[in-house]
């Protein structure tokens, strides 16, 4: 039988998580690498006692959360989230492009409270040497740069540009896409594929920015890509996303951390995008156009938690007709 077909999707700390079946606990934390003495474990809801670890089998469909103690002082769960052995905090990775300078850029970014800012690879000004440029404003040292290869038309393009970039700031975690054609910057997949799997065998991460086919993103994590980014809407639309359906179809069936990439406009897209259950939110345009940047980059700050706390809390059922919140009986 495939080995595809042989796995079982289960919840683990609220992601969606697939794993061979006939795992125990104990081999579970085993290839987390997390010491058994040292974690709780709850199975749907139930605690799980230390002495069962090895004797509880995971079945399809659990609920799992492993706890384990933390520094006090900060009272916010770090409901963070992981990316190619990286762990962040923010769930929000904003752009560098399209402010009106880089100061607004940096004091945007911090109102954010982003930790990934991607950036473009572009030639260097050997005509003015003492042109501001962007690591003045946004240290790489505080922030974790997320080379793009925004621009590229193919897959040879976008493999040199990220070639380049590892060379000039030593970056391994990139994201990658390629287009298709300048008028909708819709990704060209084919393209996308064949430079994923080139740089994927030359040993860097690659988070991917994709069509919002189910079917084409589970190839690319096939592949080896660390993170799939599926379109909301196209880039720089600000249309919000369009295809909730096929989005959750992509989180349902991925193994691996689930972006919406392009297409926001305000912060109840981004509210949505995490309703759904993505890991995270990538945008640009969104924030640096709006009247007031530093302003709404603070909104989708507060957008993206409040849609991470809604998703993790569970909506309520829809129902075709009204349910009265009091009882109707008794009624004077």
């Known amino acids: 039988m495939d080995k595809l077909t042989t796995r079982i999707a289960i919840q683990l700390n609220g992601e969606p998580r697939p794993l061979a079946p006939g795992l125990s606990i104990a081999a579970l ?91 473009a690879v572009r030639r260097v000004n050997v005509t003015d040497r003492k042109a501001p440029m962007l690591t003045d404003f946004i240290d790489p040292k505080t922030y974790t740069y997320l080379p793009n290869t ?73 592949l080896g890509a660390c993170a799939i980014m599926p379109l909301g809407s196209l880039i720089g639309s600000g249309l919000g996303i369009q295809n909730p359906v096929t989005i959750r179809m992509i989180i349902e069936n991925a193994g691996v951390p689930v972006l919406v990439d392009a297409g926001v406009g305000t912060a109840s897209d981004a509210a949505v995008a995490m309703e759904l259950g993505c890991a995270g939110v990538l945008m640009n345009t969104a924030i640096a156009e709006a009247k007031d940047p530093v302003l709404m980059a603070r909104a989708m700050r507060l957008a993206i938690e409040s849609g991470r706390l809604a998703y993790r809390a569970g909506r309520m059922g829809r129902r075709r007709y009204a349910d009265p919140s009091s009882p109707l009986a008794g009624l004077i």
């Not at 799992?64 to 190619?84: C, K, M, N």
Request: charged share 30%.
């Open 150 to 222: 925004a621009g590229c038309f193919t897959g040879d393009e976008a493999v040199r540009t990220l070639r380049l970039a590892r060379e000039a700031g030593g970056w391994n975690l990139v994201k990658l896409e390629v287009l298709g054609e300048s008028r909708t910057l819709y990704p060209d997949m084919a393209e996308t594929l064949r430079a994923t799997e080139i740089l994927v065998k030359d040993g860097f991460d690659v988070m991917v920015y994709c069509a919002d086919d189910p079917i084409a993103a589970k190839k690319l994590e096939d």
């Open 29 to 119: 934390l085993a290839e987390l690498d997390l010491p058994a003495e040292h974690v709780a474990v709850e199975r749907n809801l139930e605690i799980v006692p230390r002495s069962t670890f090895s004797d509880v089998t995971i079945e399809d469909g659990d609920r799992l959360e492993i706890v384990h103690f933390v520094g006090g002082g900060d009272h916010d769960d770090d409901d963070g989230w992981s990316v190619a052995g990286r762990h962040f905090r923010s769930r929000l990775i904003v752009g560098t492009g399209k402010y009106k300078d880089f100061a607004q850029n940096a004091a945007a970014l911090e109102a954010s409270g982003a930790e990934i800012v991607t950036v």
